[in-house]
């Protein structure tokens, strides 16, 4: 994953089970970037770079198994020296500052941490991009995308 500004969301089920439930993360060489749901968080989505908790944002509600949920995190470094802002089904549920940037090298992977920590449930929608999107961008994707249970 490039270093710089991003925007990672998905549609997240988790299923039963202590796990890391890894959305879209990545060891990117001298700066570690996850996404996720783990189960030393309670299995409530958080996102961070470089740990050791990987949690500089997260949701205070837990996943609940079986039920969809949008998920969305934003970082950009040239606000407030690295801001990176959560959303579930739309809505911003925590912001920080200060967060340093991850590396540049490595590889970025989807529903896994470095080919290991894998999620225990389903991902649909996975996305990645190199623009911090704004809260109305997020709230919109949300809108506008069907929740995956109509479909299953």
Known sequence: M???AYTKSAWIR???GANSNNVL???SGGGNHVFWATSTNGFSISAGHSGPAFNQ???PNPL???TWYHI???YDPAVAAGEMLLYTDGVEVDIATG???HGTTGNTYIGAY????EIVGMLDEVRLSTIARSADWILTEYNNQSSPSTFL
């Open 2 to 4: 490039a270093t710089g």
């Open 14 to 16: 988790r299923a039963a």
């Open 25 to 27: 993360s990545g060891n």
């Open 57 to 59: 944002v997260q949701d």
């Open 64 to 66: 609940v198994v079986g």
């Open 72 to 74: 969305a995190v934003t």
């Open 99 to 101: 967060i340093t940037v």
């Open 114 to 117: 470095d080919g290991s920590n």
